[in-house]
């Protein structure tokens, strides 16, 4: 029979989890996507009592971000050692675009979305994706490779998934924000100047998010060979104790850190099929990674092998101190 069913095949904006419901009703003991958007995550969760019956254990959002990300999230929770009150993602690719259109497509698709993030513990619309640029450091030592490949970049609001979902898993006290950069910086230039000129509906019309991508691929096919390819996150997490707990980890490239997440989040389900007994974790129905993973006994081992794929640059965490600073209303 069928272990496991991967389904990769976005965008999933404005998709249903059919996929998923097949690989349900075949009780298939392993699901795997790297879905995004909200609606389809919310949707797909729906179908946890069906997983349940049929045997079926289902992640949905396991790629690098969301999901290294999210894991990443749940250990510097672990470690602020109180209720987190702050939590930010930030995100850097370089080469996008030698992925083909999609990913071209499904930047240009969320600029039409509203970014759901928490203000002051409750979880709010706000229409600025593309917008609210900041700087994020990729790095925590000077001598780490991300250091000289990626270092300080400006990164904008994007509707990734992460910042409601597990800020709503964590019950945080304050406030999440997520962004992305990319390079050459004049694509953030143009990308901040175009959101700031269309209108959001236009973004949202696939004719004209699919037709943008097609024109823009050339071009930054022409930039990706003089750029290469680079990916980064970062991920701070702020307790109310006031510790900020920061995590980094850098990638040769952004196409295999996705595929590679992937694999790793299915082979540690199909390796706990046979084995559940120790992972403190469920043995079916339907999760975000920072539900799956949010026992240390469950997240070291995902961690660990995450954490050393082929191409990684460098990772690590940066224990931080006790703050006063207040977290900014961004």
């Not at 490779?145 to 300080?152: F, H, M, P």
């Not at 930054?220 to 980094?248: P, Q, S, W, Y």
């Not at 006994?297 to 660990?304: D, E, G, N, Q």
């Amino acid at each position: 029979g069928v272990a496991a069913v991967i389904h990769t095949a976005g965008p999933y904006l404005g998709e249903h989890p059919d996929v998923l419901k097949a690989a349900i009703e075949s009780k298939v003991p392993v699901y795997v996507d790297v879905s995004d958007p909200v609606d389809y995550i919310n949707s797909a969760k729906a179908m946890g009592d069906a997983a349940c019956s049929s045997g079926t254990i289902a992640l949905c959002s396991a790629g690098a971000f969301p999901g290294l990300s999210n894991v990443l999230a749940m250990e510097c929770a672990d470690r602020v050692g109180d209720r987190v009150k702050d939590i930010d993602f930030s995100y850097f690719t370089a080469g996008l675009g030698g992925s083909g259109e999609v990913n071209l497509l499904i930047t240009n698709e969320g600029f039409g979305e509203p970014m759901l993030v928490f203000r002051n513990g409750k979880l709010v619309k706000r229409f600025t994706a593309g917008g609210d640029s900041r700087k994020a450091k990729f790095y925590i030592k000077d001598d780490d490779l991300s250091a000289r490949l990626v270092g300080e970049r400006p990164v904008w609001d994007w509707p990734f998934p992460e910042s409601a979902t597990v800020a709503q898993h964590l019950k945080i006290s304050g406030n999440s924000n997520v962004g992305m950069g990319t390079a050459p910086d004049i694509w953030n230039v143009i990308l901040n100047a175009m959101v700031a000129i269309v209108p959001r509906s236009w973004w949202k019309s696939k004719a004209f998010s699919e037709g943008l991508a097609r024109f823009s691929k050339p071009m930054v096919a022409l930039t990706d060979k003089a750029v290469g390819e680079t990916h980064a996150m970062r991920v701070d997490v702020t307790g109310e104790n006031g510790r900020t707990i920061t995590a980094v980890q850098a990638h040769e490239s952004f196409r295999r850190v996705v595929g590679q997440s992937c694999a790793e989040f299915t082979l540690a389900l199909l390796e706990g099929v046979d084995s559940r007994a120790d992972l403190m974790r469920p043995s079916s129905g339907v999760f975000t990674p920072e539900e799956l993973f949010q026992t240390r006994s469950a997240r070291k081992p995902v961690l660990k092998r995450l954490l050393s794929t082929p191409g990684t640059l460098n990772y690590g965490f940066d224990e931080g101190v006790v703050t006063a600073q207040k977290s900014t209303d961004r």
